[in-house]
């Protein structure tokens, strides 16, 4: 069956499901208003989502044959935010807010939630979960106030990128969408260096290369030299994304799949 978000006949948002025939609504967390369900993930044969509770506050809940019910309550009297939920090494990791702090990293065995890590004494932001390598991947804002790729093997984070002094990713990065995309054996992502703005990066796990440089500088048109690169997208075999040309404007690319060799 296919789960969604749909308004009902009295204009709240909720969770449906269709076999593709019929629709049926399922959740009814906030009676009194929207629920808003967002942020779906598959754990333990469990329909893990982001939805609003009685009270207004967004949680996490799961579903299962036995029905609706509200696995995170972070902060008893205020939203917990849940988001960015990816299942690694057993557990489900996501985002979260902390009261007084702001976001931070969290998981749960589906009975139990921990906290992961705390980055800096403030918001981690931490966004874009993703598993690579045995390792889950993620964007935070380290002790400096500058946002980095991080990893973590479920015990230890540590610090992927450092390519500039300073944001290595842009401050509206956290839009929901990917931009951690795993291609050919290797991470790749849009990120900002010190010279000449935002290029295609990867990572094989242990260093860092830049991948695009599809503009220079030029003084009027572009002064940073910045290709714009987003939504990267792996599609039969080669990587397409939208950047900035400065002779075409914006314009759809692709990375083409190196011929293997006998």
Same mark, same amino acid.
């Given at each position: 069956?296919?789960?969604? *978000?749909?308004?009902? $006949?009295?204009?709240?948002?909720?969770?449906?499901?269709?076999?593709?025939?019929?629709?049926?609504?399922?959740?009814?967390?906030?009676?009194?208003?929207?629920?808003?369900?967002?942020d779906? =993930?598959?754990?333990?044969?469990?329909?893990?989502?982001? %939805?609003?509770?009685? =009270?207004?506050?967004?949680?996490?809940?799961?579903?299962?044959?036995?029905?609706? %019910?509200?696995? %995170?309550?972070?902060?008893? !009297?205020?939203?917990d935010?849940? *988001?960015?939920?990816?299942?690694?090494?057993?557990?489900?990791?996501?985002?979260?807010?902390?009261?007084?702090m702001?976001?931070?990293?969290?998981?749960?065995?589906?009975?139990?939630?921990?906290?992961?890590?705390?980055?800096? /004494?403030?918001?981690?932001?931490?966004?874009?979960?993703k598993?690579?390598?045995?390792?889950?991947?993620?964007?935070?804002?380290?002790e400096?106030?500058?946002?980095?790729?991080?990893?973590?093997?479920?015990t230890?984070?540590?610090?992927? /990128? $450092?390519?500039?002094?300073? /944001?290595?990713?842009?401050?509206?990065?956290?839009?929901? !969408?990917?931009?951690?995309?795993?291609?050919?054996?290797?991470?790749?992502?849009? =990120?900002?260096?010190?010279? $000449?703005?935002?290029?295609?990066?990867?990572?094989?796990?242990?260093?860092?290369?830049?991948?695009?440089?599809?503009?220079?500088?030029?003084?009027?048109?572009?002064p940073?030299?910045s290709?714009?690169?987003?939504?990267?997208?792996?599609?039969?075999?080669?990587?397409?994304?939208?950047?900035y /040309?400065n002779?075409?404007?914006?314009?759809?690319? !692709?990375?083409?799949?190196?011929?293997?060799?006998?």
């Open positions: 069956e296919l789960y969604l *978000e749909g308004m009902n $006949n009295d204009g709240y948002l909720k969770l449906f499901k269709t076999d593709g025939t019929t629709i049926t609504q399922v959740s009814d967390t906030n009676p009194s208003g929207s629920d808003t369900p967002s779906f =993930a598959i754990y333990q044969n469990e329909l893990y989502f982001r %939805s609003e509770n009685m =009270a207004g506050h967004s949680k996490l809940f799961k579903l299962n044959q036995e029905g609706i %019910s509200q696995v %995170s309550d972070i902060n008893s !009297k205020q939203h935010a849940p *988001e960015f939920l990816q299942v690694f090494n057993g557990e489900l990791y996501f985002s979260a807010y902390v009261e007084s702001g976001n931070k990293l969290f998981k749960t065995d589906g009975k139990m939630i921990s906290q992961v890590v705390n980055i800096n /004494s403030g918001n981690d932001e931490p966004s874009d979960l598993v690579f390598k045995n390792n889950l991947y993620f964007v935070a804002i380290n400096q106030g500058y946002r980095k790729l991080f990893k973590t093997d479920g230890k984070v540590n610090q992927v /990128s $450092n390519i500039r002094q300073g /944001s290595d990713f842009a401050v509206d990065y956290r839009n929901k !969408k990917s931009h951690l995309v795993e291609y050919k054996g290797e991470l790749y992502f849009v =990120a900002k260096n010190a010279s $000449n703005g935002f290029k295609i990066y990867k990572t094989d796990g242990v260093g860092i290369s830049q991948v695009s440089n599809i503009n220079e500088k030029h003084p009027q048109i572009n940073t030299g290709d714009f690169p987003f939504n990267l997208m792996e599609y039969n075999g080669d990587l397409f994304f939208s950047a /040309s002779q075409v404007g914006l314009k759809m690319f !692709k990375l083409k799949s190196e011929p293997t060799t006998k």
